[in-house]
């Protein structure tokens, strides 16, 4: 069918690689281009048996104009943009300066500012309109499969959703005293900003994680959890109708905590530049240098992940409360291709937005949140692909 250039080479840009390898037939070549060339033609040696043909390139992506020759001569139906949120606007530059279609799976963020908004990527909503191609924002799993679940809830039992909990927990064992999951300084920084939930109209900031509930999980049990900022609460409080009040929880381990409270107390998770021996070094950049490569704990991490929403609102005048979610085994992750569950539960659906736009099924042009399509097609991927969900009429609520 087509070809796709994929930008990064990290724990979500690898499964991405395995899952377009996968479905062959939609995905007749890929590129994989990072600024490490070696992680690229890695993954590449991983995957020579696979019937996608696939090339390599070394790509600046903070570069646009390098992106633009890069895309260029590729010539890609689509890019997918799995190095991190600081380099979505000068990809999506480049995909705007040569028609090319675009997904993501996290918001800009800019290098000096912990802030994530999505008015900068919003901001080129008639730009794309006006090339006749499609950005899709946040197609991972929160954001993501969490939008796909709220569109596929409002499409299917609910005349309106009032409240929606999003909760994501992982009970994940890595053996290690502190490490991240993902790209330990975008994980950082998104756990010590300060919280907030929506509420009748507003976002109402909370001091970081000073909002605590105990949540019984399916297939996992009790877990306490912590209310957060996250992206898709944006999108949300804008594309569901009669939305009342959006949450977002994460799971964290007492010990998780203890630790980044400790980083956090002697500054080593600050994005001030410091003057060290002579040169500029940011605190939380060295922080990640030291702390795990999170695409190493594979092979160490047991345990699963809950990740899904619970709905309140009414049907045919009757109260109704949805739970959805999707539960998924590390150890099997890793088995079936070599990445724990956080970059797998990432990088399915990644793979998915972009299958969705290569192949027709979702296409309008301009700029878009996931929950903005119709879900069906994606949630049958889902099942097909590895990310099976499941629903509950009567679940536990969280308050
Ligand atoms: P990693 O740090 O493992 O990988 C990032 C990759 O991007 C690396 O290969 C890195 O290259 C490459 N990269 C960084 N800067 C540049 C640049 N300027 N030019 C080219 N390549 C660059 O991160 P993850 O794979 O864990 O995360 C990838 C993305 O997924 C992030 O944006 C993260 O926020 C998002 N994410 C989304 C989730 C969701 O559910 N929506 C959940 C988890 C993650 P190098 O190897 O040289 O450093």
Known sequence: MGKALIIGAGGVASVVVHKCCE??????????????????????????????????????????????????????????????????????????????????????EPLDTAKFEYKWQWAYREKFKEAGITALLGSGFDPGVTGVFSAYAQKHYFDEIHSIDILDANAGDHGYPFATNFNPEINIREITANGSYFENGKFIETEPLSIKRVYNFPEIGNKDIYLLHHEEMESLALNIKGIQKIRFWMTFSEKYLTHLKVLENVGMTSIVPIDFEGRQ??????????????????????????????????KNGKDLTYYIYNVCDHEACYAEVGSQAISYTTGVPAMIGAMMVMTGKWKK???????????????????????????????????
């Open 23 to 108: 479905n062959s037939e939609v995905f007749t070549e890929i590129c994989i281009a990072s600024r490490t060339l070696s992680k690229c033609d890695e993954l590449k040696e991983k995957l020579k048996y696979s019937k996608t043909k696939i090339t390599t390139a070394q790509v600046n992506a903070d570069n646009t104009d390098e992106l633009i020759s890069l895309i260029e001569s590729y010539k890609p139906d689509i890019v997918i943009n799995v190095a991190l949120p600081y380099q979505d606007l000068t990809i999506m530059d480049a995909c705007l300066a040569t028609k090319v279609n675009y997904v993501d799976t996290a918001n800009y």
């Open 281 to 314: 070094i940011v605190p939380l950049q060295f922080l990640k240098a030291v702390l795990p490569d999170p695409a190493s704990l594979g092979p160490r991490t047991k345990g699963k992940t809950n990740i899904g929403c619970i709905y309140q609102g009414v």
């Open 365 to 399: 042009a301009g700029v878009f949140n996931i929950e903005e399509f119709d879900p069906d097609p994606f949630m049958d991927a889902l099942n097909r692909f590895g990310l099976p969900w499941q629903e509950s009429f009567n679940p536990e609520l969280v308050d």
